[in-house]
């Protein structure tokens, strides 16, 4: 945890720069000057310094074996871009991206005439750009919008689903810390009995559900 | 460790699909890789295992990987895999991360230091490099991976930007704040401090 020092002229983050000699012209020459004549910065500055040449002394690993790929390990050539997905889930993906369409048009239906003003639609997933190498996503592959717009729909119009997927949205080039796109969850409508839209409304998540689920199918028997 | 000499030349072969060539690329940065890995995850097992799903995750990009900037590209992949491992851990809540991690005081073919130090300064030393270990593995994810790329392996504050895809200003903070931590957690001990001065002093880094 770091320590502010409200009267000194300098704090952590600038000791921590100057060890690194980041520090230069007057910055550097405001620390020199202040830690000449204080002990506690003088002190910090010693202890960043034990610390940082301790870390450096680490005994180095080495790799335990070679890392290199096998053919087998590897389809047989990078891509510089996805592969055409096919008919087949191109198929899925229009029907899973149909009946997701079509849902959220009875939920605007529904909504207009509801309760509930104003609701949101998820954009994060819509501006989901295919995924570059660098973003390794754990468990989750690089998919294609249609799929993750399917993936999304049931976690973002909070029907019950078996996993949220809160990364797949998340661009490569976000901060993986706190980076992460705002996905606004839609406000559902209060009940108030309109079951016949409701059954609508349910009929065409599903759809949307499994068309999504049999892309991702298709999709990983296609990587393996 | 230094890139190799034709690094240039290896990269191109490779977005062409070459193999070979990017397994050159993978010899010449798997210790520093696998090295990250094991800092930040503090288990062999573990760091072997982002490790391999770094270089399966470069060479499926390294086509579309833009600007030659391998080294900093590389690490921040390496950085990726770990922060996933890191997630997974996460969401299986019988794990603690706070019990010894099995494998965190197994060190892998080391460039050991020494020959002429004694038992004493030996164990004393070991005694350093757990204790250091242990702490990194309670700072928070971020701070530790700034002071790994910055105090491990020493790459500049750029660099570092690049591989954890956010601003020197960012950087310069987890940093700082890392090793402010690290002191801090470490400063009831400084009997074993005391020698690392002596032992820095044989071995520069």
Redesign the interface.
């Known amino acids: 945890m770091a320590f502010w020092r409200p009267r000194h002229p300098v704090n952590d983050s600038d000791l921590s720069a100057y060890v690194d000699g980041a520090l230069e012209g007057a910055a550097r020459a405001r620390v020199d000057v202040h830690v000449d004549a204080c002990a506690a910065c003088r002190e910090a500055l010693a202890g960043l310094r034990e610390v940082r040449r301790a870390l450096g002394a680490l005994p180095r690993a080495r790799a335990p074996r070679s890392f290199a790929l096998r053919e087998a390990d590897v389809r047989p050539a990078p891509r510089p871009a996805m592969t055409p997905p096919g008919r087949a889930p191109a198929l899925l993906g229009g029907l899973a991206a149909a009946a997701f369409l079509a849902f959220g048009v009875l939920v605007g239906v529904d909504l207009t005439a509801g309760t509930s003003p104003t609701h949101q639609q998820t954009a994060g997933p819509l501006s989901f750009e295919a995924a570059r190498g660098d973003a390794t996503q754990g468990e989750q592959p690089p998919v294609a919008d249609a799929t993750t717009l399917a993936a999304a729909a049931p976690t973002s119009l909070g029907i019950a689903a078996a996993t949220p997927e809160p990364d797949a949205g998340a661009a490569p080039k976000e901060d993986v810390f706190t980076g992460g796109d705002e996905t606004a969850p839609s406000a559902n409508g209060a009940e108030d009995g309109r079951s016949g839209l409701r059954v609508a409304e349910g009929a065409l998540a599903g759809v949307a559900l499994v068309a999504g689920a049999s892309l991702l199918l298709v999709r990983r028997r296609r990587r393996a | 460790m230094d890139a190799p000499p034709d690094e240039a030349h290896l990269l191109e072969r490779?977005?062409?699909?070459d193999?070979a060539a990017?397994?050159e690329i993978?010899?010449a940065y798997?210790?520093r890789l696998?090295?990250l890995c094991?800092?930040m995850l503090g288990s062999?097992q573990a760091?072997?295992d982002a490790?391999?799903?770094?270089?399966?995750?470069?060479?499926?990009?390294?086509?579309?990987?833009r600007g030659s900037r391998l080294k900093s590209?590389l690490f921040?992949?390496a950085?990726?895999?770990c922060?996933?491992e890191l997630?997974?851990r996460r969401r299986q809540p019988q794990v603690s991360l706070e019990a010894p991690v099995p494998g965190a005081e197994e060190?892998?073919?080391?460039?050991?230091?020494d020959a002429a130090a004694g038992p004493e300064q030996l164990a004393l030393r070991g005694e350093?490099?757990q204790a250091?270990?242990a702490e990194l593995l309670r700072l928070p994810?971020?701070q530790r991976l700034a002071?790994?790329l910055?105090?491990?392996e020493?790459l500049s504050?750029e660099e570092i930007a690049v591989s954890?895809?956010?601003s020197v200003g960012?950087v310069?903070?987890r940093?700082?704040?890392g090793?402010?931590?690290?002191?801090?957690a470490?400063?009831g001990r400084p009997e074993l401090?005391g020698d690392?001065v002596r032992?820095?002093e044989r071995?520069p880094?």
């Open positions: 490779s977005r062409q699909g193999l990017f397994n993978v010899a798997q210790d696998y090295n094991l800092r062999a760091a072997e490790c391999q799903e770094a270089f399966l995750s470069a060479y499926r990009g390294i086509a579309a990987m590209w921040r992949i950085a990726n895999a922060v996933d997630r997974r060190e892998r073919p080391l460039d050991v230091a350093l490099w250091l270990q994810d971020d002071v790994i910055c105090d491990v020493e504050y954890m895809s956010t960012t310069k903070s940093i700082s704040r090793r402010a931590r690290l002191r801090l470490l400063q401090f690392l032992l820095t071995n880094g």
